[in-house]
């Protein structure tokens, strides 16, 4: 059993910056790939980026390449998502995840826990 408790979201202007992290408890956090995913309002949870248990390899969707940046900390059960050059289009709540399938990086379906989400507001 894995718990994830995100924190970090704030409201931000356009250009700017946050970083998101995901606390996890359990002592098994290095056997989890871990991804952020995100919400806005009316629209379907969607895949923001995703890093392997070792971090040696990362993924990230198309709108958020150059700009976020995924992180983990096998020593502090912790993962970070550097956002930058934020844009009103990034506004959602963004939620942590983590699988322990090698597969389906980008598929919610594939995830096994979640967190509660922290809200991320970006202003024009």
């Known amino acids: 059993q894995v718990q994830l408790v995100e924190s970090g979201g704030a409201l931000v202007q356009a250009g700017g910056s946050l970083r998101l992290s995901c606390a996890a408890s359990g002592r098994t956090f290095s056997s989890y790939d871990m991804a952020w995913f995100r919400q806005a309002p009316g629209k379907e949870r969607e895949f923001v980026t995703s890093?392997?248990?070792?971090?040696?390899?990362?993924y990230y969707g198309d709108s958020v390449k150059g700009r976020f940046t995924i992180s983990r900390d096998n020593t502090k059960n912790t993962v970070y998502l550097q956002m930058n050059s934020l844009k009103p289009e990034d506004t959602a709540v963004y939620y942590c995840?983590?699988?322990?399938?090698?597969?389906?990086?980008?598929?919610?379906?594939?995830?096994?826990?979640w967190g509660q989400g922290t809200q991320v507001t970006v202003s024009s």
């Open positions: 890093i392997s248990r070792s971090g040696g390899f990362k």
């Open positions: 995840a983590a699988k322990s399938a090698p597969i389906g990086t980008t598929s919610l379906s594939r995830y096994d826990y």
